[in-house]
Nanobody, 123 residues
Framework: QVQLVESGGGLVQAGGSLRVSCAAS????????MGWFRQAPGKEREFVAT????????SYAASVKGRFTISRDNAKNTLFLQMNSLKPEDTAVYYC????????????????WGQGTQVTVSS
């Protein structure tokens, strides 16, 4: 198993930047593909970005492509999401998730989840 803990959320003005992190413990972090998802009040959890086990491959939701960057540091067992040009519609709880055997954009493909970190973008 792998345990995931997100951090770095907060309140930021529209147009600003924020980086959220996800610290992993347990089995070898580099054997897991990772993803970021988000959930706004009253909405379903949605895909944001995903990265392969060694970081060679990434994929993004159309709504964040060009503004967000997913990365990982396998030596430090940490996943990152750099968010730039933030918009009020990016306001949500952001979750990191882990799965074996390749990245996925689907919520239900992920076996392990963190508790989430709140990101609020004011207009």
């Amino acid at each position: 198993q792998v345990q995931l803990v997100e951090s770095g959320g907060g309140l930021v003005q529209a147009g600003g930047s924020l980086r959220v992190s996800c610290a992993a413990s347990g089995r070898t972090f580099s054997s897991y593909a990772m993803g970021w998802f988000r959930q706004a009040p009253g909405k379903e959890r949605e895909f944001v970005a995903t990265i392969s086990e060694r970081g060679a491959s990434t994929s993004y939701a159309a709504s964040v492509k060009g503004r967000f960057t997913i990365s990982r540091d396998n030596a430090k067992n940490t996943l990152f999401l750099q968010m730039n040009s933030l918009k009020p519609e990016d306001t949500a709880v952001y979750y990191c998730a882990a799965r074996r055997f390749g990245w996925s954009t689907y919520v239900h493909d992920y076996s392990y989840w963190g508790q989430g970190t709140q990101v609020t973008v004011s207009s």
